[in-house]
């Protein structure tokens, strides 16, 4: 264990995308509702892509080197909360704009 944090993400937001190259994440989403979309960097054409939140409870477990971004699915503010398996560390992650990747949200 590392650290929890929640984030806040409004309506028809969208935020990504992310790489973390060390840790490991616990998504879960308490409130509202967020569509995950998840691709490789060994092959960027292979999407996972899951719906998590109040109307599918569930922990997505994300392991290191994975590209994901997401979206807020709800009609108000949804919350995300990751338990990470280390410290944020501004070193260990990538971030790039919505477009890097070419996806329909």
Do not use: Q
């Amino acid at each position: 264990f590392g650290e929890a944090y929640f984030s806040w993400i409004n309506k028809d937001c969208v935020k990504g995308w992310k790489f973390h190259n060390k840790m490991h994440l616990h998504l879960f989403v308490p409130v509202g509702n967020i569509k995950f979309v998840f691709i490789s960097n060994i092959d960027n054409s292979k999407n996972r892509v899951e719906e998590i939140g109040e109307k599918n409870y569930c922990l997505l477990s994300v392991p290191p080197k994975i590209w994901f971004g997401f979206k807020n699915l709800d009609s108000g503010p949804s919350l995300l909360l990751n338990i990470a398996s280390i410290e944020h560390d501004i070193n260990e992650y990538i971030n790039k704009p919505t477009n890097y990747f070419s996806y329909d949200w």
